[in-house]
């Protein structure tokens, strides 16, 4: 039987008619929708997104909602330096069905303090951290020992990171510490301390390994783990 | 209540972390690996459609199980999968071939093997077949069912109660021998009369359009089986026969085979030799559209290595299997690292749409290594009010403070913990020297423990083979003089030894 994950992972952000997944994977109605739904039911996919006249179906983690659209925000606002893009400028280049969650996407970038709404007349301005950054070098320094007191601007960063690597290698989940380290270009201590307490707070898994050929990245990476004898080399996010 | 005495136990239970053999495995704990294990039985269920006999069902992907390391329980996995399906599939486990050129002949030399253990774990019995006398009682069976629908028993007023009977419990019907009726019996007159044997064969060719002209070989060689005592020299040609091994004139006579039909041949080449494991392969899995699909198990990946030949070859096995193989659904374990570095890469691209979606293993959580720990503990005879002592207040939980682990991990921490409560050292401060003799009598032990270790491995012997010649003065492979093989020689002194195989 075709394999329904990997035709919706294709698609990607773009996702996926149910016409057209009927049409790729020839399967009658009742096995598509059967399969449709377990898929559903494991949190691999998600959908139907009404879109036009039809529906979408988007692989896990691709799908319209808060966090994906503030992901498209972030890639449009990053690199704008003085150059600050209006709030309908930037929901112009969001897409449908996105952009039915871009309210909630600018919401949580300004919650987790990666953007700020700037007034101007009667325009809405978004400044995302990394342009300020890049306007005013001495912020670097004072957002360093900031960063400390919100571990949730680097778990979004983790996370967004983790999730690229994970795509690239086939959506694998067991992602090097050491690529992931190179990813994010971070101190090592701080990924470290980060991926422990979130292995603690059972949203990650360490993988301990006992292999002696690493890689120099995934050996620069290795988490020493307290009462263990090997080091984690890889983690798993949980969904 | 006493205090619990841990040094009363002589075994420690924790020591046994690695599975070798998928048959055996100890109990698996609630929740861990379901999903996995779900899937792959869902993606084998597809070949259940309809009622048996079936049309030829096209496999699903093979499915593609990743460890994210080692010891999250793949083997293990194998050996839930194979109690699941029970007696709904025919089992096989498959280590890895050494030989690229004759791949099909070592997955055929392994199947082979398979099909002669038995349904459940113990003796063979009449209610516990072996996998192929099950196989070959289903497929017989079947075909007379078709023989008596398709009205060859003219005069016979019950006709539909026996084909229900022949199609719903095909193997019990050969255990029918009582006066009025004998099921056994009245299949052998089928199989002894040439014409009705030939209007059987043609049957099964209605039935199977694709044996390759083979039909009658097949049903003589399904008969010899079925209908030979246990260890019979029926059962013996026509194993050897499965094997693709040439049969003598006798052994083709007794089992009335006709010489077409025998094309085994002792000079043949690694290709012909190849060609012929997969026909018969393939024939076996077309044929299971009469009883039960096949479930095929690569395990061990790991040791292909950075071998590229063999690598590439478990590809386009994996490719040929699902272009041209039905009845049957492939597992291919792998950890991450070996298929993400070793294996993917020099799979032909082509070839690794053939894998399913990888299917990820799962970390151990605090509550199943409760339950993995007191089901271990309570096994070697602790009285099951004393596992708390060994969680201990703050061992387990601390244990788990650093997140969840593989299971293997977790068991080789209990070993550690175990060892210390029972007043050992956590780590020997010197390592006792023990001799190589000792070490080589544990080894041979173990093996004798477990049969399914005993059985000849061509592929084994290779690799030893090739080993020793890598690592050991005065070894070496030559032709000898006079003959057509090669052999390996391991010369000491004034000495040679010589390994044949």
Redesign the interface.
Known sequence: ?T?L??LV?EAKAKGISLAKIRDKSKLKDTILQDELR?LRS?YQIAGPFKYGRGFLYYAKGYEPGGESVARSIEMLIQHTRNKLATKSQVEEKIRQPFKDFFKDGVRLLVATGRAVELKGGASSYLLHIDAARQLFPNMAAMTAEGEKAKPSLLKEQVLAAYHSLKSE??????VSIGKLLNRLGCSKEALHQFL?E???G?N????????VDLSTEDREGALP????SESA??V?FRE | MAEPDFKKITVNPFDDDIVTEPRDIPASVLGLNDAPLREVVDAFANLEAGELPRHEIKASKAQLIISPERGYGKSHLLGRLFKELDDRATLIYLRPFEDPQKCWHSILLQTAQELERTDNPGEESETNPRQFGAFANGVISHLAADYLAQGEAPGYDKVAEAVQLLRKKPLEVFRITNETESWYAWIGSLFQSKEEFRKLASKLQARIPNLQGREEGWLRVLYAYAFSPQDGSGRKVALKWIRGEPLEADEAEQILLSSADNQGKADMTASETNSLSFERLAGLCRLAGFYRPFLFCFDQTEFYGTDADLIKTLGSCVEKIFAEVPNQLTVVTANQDNWTNQLRPKIEPPHQDRFSRPIELESINVGQAKELIRNRLISVGLDFRHVDDFYGETWLTEMFQTGRMSARSMLQRSAERFRVLRGQMAVPVKKEKVRIEELFKTQVNLVKSKAALQAYSQDALMWFTQKLADGIKGIGVSKIAGHKWFSTKWAMGDQSIYFAF
């Open positions: 039987m394999d994950y990997a992972f377990r494991e290698q086939g959506g694998l989940s067991a422990l979130e292995a603690r059972e990650a898994d360490l993988h301990p390994t006992t292999l783990i307290p009462g263990k080399i890889t798993t």
